[in-house]
């Protein structure tokens, strides 16, 4: 008679092993981190004895579940922007908030409460991605779960470093101190393609090859994603990644929803696997992946929540129903991806997926002791005809599409127990609740300030790059343009630069602020009119000038003006304007000076709305109140050079006249 510390019987248990192997009436007995034996109840009880014996009648013994890939302090963001796109998710809410208030502590926090939801979800291990991940593993390994931590690298600043070199060095440190732990492997993660150069993936990857570890990344989330490759680098994500070297490591690519068949073969090829989420990419409307080629061409798929706050929850038994519902929904086809599979990759598969097959995802002797204890006798699972079909696959279809995360009764890790009988072990859920409360009572506030201040929500994307200038300007209605041009072309005006643009210019018109907020794209054009480069700004200007000269010259504030790295739509959708109107012009600008003092002469046509005639237009940037003057009184005698009266003189800016 061997010994064993704890002894699980009397319950249906599935394996997940290689064999699908099946026990009605089974148990398993585990020592210390370890399961010894498997099997039916009897046979076990004949050749074990156990400190603690465990009744699990009328229950499930199966494998704990995998989340492959999540964001687990992003708890404390769950519910903050919901039905936006990803890109106005990530850049318009989730980075500024994460600048502002991550930290250690948040981490520590937001990991605590992603743990106890997780354990009641029956998740064992979890795949994290996030910023200070050493704080994140030494929670998670406290608290008693499974864990790949992966740490996060991008190009730009983050919450943790202030530049990429400064994370790759405290990456190492952290894949040296962590590598070996008994639940804690370490993992290096860049972030994804489009926030981390090819450079830099390759040194993510020489790092995890180095030392034998991992590799993390975000690949293909969104169709817009490959079409962003496609343009800036003339091949898709899957092949960008591989011409950098991230698929000489051990890769774990999340979300790939937007990959061809192509892709999908030269991930396998590579021993590359995909971490699915579905609930996450159906709520960023990202599309759906396509699991079921996926699995025909050979992958590992395992299964992932996704961060909390696209979710907006980490019930892993969800998202294996789910799973399972996309595949057939999305295909037409009712035997795709059946209950089975779908659990299978909630476990052993997901397991591989993580590169950590050979110690957890299903109860075999010789494997860490990762187990979980179902209730199978709930209303909602009602009749249960897995007994009569004892060796079928019944079992698991009343799990995948009847079973809930609050029927897990038991969790054990590593052969410890992390929740008996519902109750947790290892955490404060109380405690974490009032906390967690508490800290989004500060994001909120922080949220409310913002969203009430044009200007303010520009600085939290990062959009300022040069606030609080003045310009001295007039602009005036024209006939023929062509004297004008004339004087500029005599010699008697210094010409520096001389430019064709097409202009396109949106502005954003919001309730109780005077200010309002323009995007232009400019197209510069050659002598041919050939479009030979493009340029994107945003604008944020004074609804009012703030003084007028002699010839009804203008002081105009511009509070803000920055290169626009988004789309139009990002901003539309982002800063949710009152109103929006758009003027399209044909600009011949001239940078010129004239009595020593640089000033802008702007020759314009509306073309959209269309209006008779041309538009003369001087500017110049000033600084001063004294500058200002001079600068008015040299567009004053240019004015008088170009014969333009002060009748023709406008006072309106282009989108007051574009509104009539």
Known sequence: MQQADILLTGGVVITMDDAFHQYPNGAVAIRGDSIVAVGDADQIAAGYTATEVIDCTGC???????????????????????????????????????????????????????????????????????????????????????????????????????????????????????????????????HAPYTCSGPLMRTCAEIAIQYDVPLHIHISETFQEVEDSRREHGMPVVNWVKKNGVLEAKVIAAHCVAIDAGEMRTLRNAGATVAHNPSANLKLASGIANVTQMLKTGLNVGIGTDGPASNNDLDHFEEMRLAALLAKGSTRDPVAVPARMAMLMATRMGAHALHIGHITGSLEAGKRADVIVLELRRLHSTPQYSRIAAGSDAIYTQIVYSSKASDVRDVFVNGKPLMRDRALLTLDEAAIEAEANRLAQQIHTFLIAREGDVLRKLAAIGGVQQEESFEVQVKARIGDPQPIIEIINSGEINVVRHVHYRQYDTYFFFEDEPSRLRYREDERVDEKGNVVGSRYRLTLVSGQSEREYPHSILLSRVRFMSPADRSLRFYR???????????????????????????????????????????????????????????AAVIGKLLVRFGVSDDAVLRQEYVQIAQG
């Not at 864990?147 to 400064?166: G, K, N, R, V």
């Not at 009152?578 to 314009?604: G, S």
């Open 60 to 190: 499930c013994i199966m494998p704990g579940l995998i989340n492959c890939h999540t964001h687990t302090p992003m708890t404390l963001l769950r519910g903050l922007a919901d039905d936006l796109r990803l890109d106005v998710w990530l850049y318009g809410y989730m980075l500024p908030v994460e600048r502002r208030f991550v930290s250690p502590e948040f981490v520590a926090l937001g990991t605590r409460l992603a743990c106890a939801e997780m354990i009641r979800s029956g998740v064992t291990c979890v795949n994290d991605m996030y910023y200070f991940e050493e704080t994140i593993a030494q929670t998670i390994a406290e608290v008693g779960l499974r864990a790949l931590c992966s740490q996060t690298i991008m190009q730009f600043p983050t919450p943790d470093a202030s530049s990429a070199d400064e994370s790759l060095e405290f990456t190492e440190a952290f894949i040296r101190k962590w590598k070996g732990h008994p639940l804690i492997t370490p993992v290096i993660a860049p």
């Open 573 to 631: 959708e982002y800063f949710k304007p009152a109103r929006e109107v758009q003027v399209e012009k044909d600009r011949l600008r001239w940078e010129v000076f004239y009595d020593d003092e640089e000033l802008f002469i702007n020759i314009d046509r509306m073309v959209n709305p269309a209006h008779d005639g041309y538009f003369l237009e001087i500017k110049s940037r000033t600084w001063s109140k004294r500058d200002a003057e001079r600068k």
